[in-house]
């Protein structure tokens, strides 16, 4: 079946430092891949996607790679800031009559000044 | 991007009775949404998929009874908390894509249901 696994937090960062949240994923067929981003009290937003092998979704500062022969997705960002602290999601749907996605644990980051 | 809105964000009621909760899809056709529920420090859970003009899907061990989901339109799809309970209590997220120009799916706001 269909997963993403995801480390789990919680993260604590300081503020500029290196970010990287491990995802990888198990799918049959050929899968779509999201970060969606959850603030506190709030609903999901998409962060960058990517469709296709090699493909990198950037946004934000945030980028991800779509590697196929290790089947991840890892989310990387040089600097943080205070206000990305918030919970973050790996995700995958595969193209099928219901587009279903499929959610990662969720790592929760709290970046400190 | 698309946009999907959810309403309310938050409710409170009493045990017993039943909740309506609305999901729409302001600027795009959406065939087909989807009701996820997420428990504290939890990830979402997808409860079932909402089909416009039919029955809805169920994933195993979602009371069907307990959650009725209607999706009369192709901008909106309503969740029913029936007979609420406190272990309903909960955050309730709808999605749904724009078929049309991606392969992403746009989330509402959340609704976050207390049964007191």
């Known amino acids: 079946g269909n997963s993403v696994t995801q480390m789990e937090g919680p993260v604590t960062l300081s503020e500029e430092a290196f970010l990287t949240i491990n995802c990888t994923y198990t799918?049959?067929?050929?899968?779509?891949l999201f970060w969606y981003v959850q603030y506190p009290g709030e609903g999901l937003q998409l962060l960058l996607k990517?469709?296709?092998?090699?493909d990198k979704g950037s946004n934000k500062g945030f980028e991800a790679t779509y590697r196929k022969e290790t089947t991840s997705f890892h989310l990387e960002k040089g600097s943080v800031q205070v206000s990305d602290s918030a919970v973050y999601f790996c995700?995958?749907?595969?193209?099928?009559?219901?587009?279903?996605?499929?959610f990662g644990p969720g790592t929760s980051l709290s970046v400190i000044p | 991007g698309a946009v999907v809105s959810q309403h309310p964000s938050r409710v409170i009621c009493k045990s017993g009775t039943s909740v309506k909760i609305e999901c729409r899809s302001l600027?795009?056709?959406?065939?087909?949404m989807f009701w996820y529920r997420q428990f504290p420090k939890q990830s979402l859970m997808l409860m079932a998929t909402?089909?416009?003009?039919?029955?809805?899907?169920?994933e195993q061990g979602v009371e069907k009874d307990k959650f009725l989901i209607n999706h009369a339109s192709l901008t909106l799809s309503t969740l029913t908390v029936t007979s609420a309970h406190p272990e309903d209590s909960s955050f309730y997220i709808c999605?749904?894509?724009?078929?049309?120009?991606?392969?992403?799916?746009?989330f509402g706001q959340g609704t976050r249901l207390t049964v007191v």
């Open positions: 799918a049959t067929g050929y899968p779509s």
């Open positions: 995700a995958l749907s595969v193209r099928t009559s219901y587009d279903k996605v499929i």
């Open positions: 999605s749904a894509r724009d078929q049309a120009t991606g392969v992403e799916a746009f």
């Open positions: 909402s089909n416009e003009g039919s029955k809805a899907t169920y």
């Open positions: 600027d795009f056709q959406a065939t087909t």
């Open positions: 990517a469709t296709k092998a090699d």
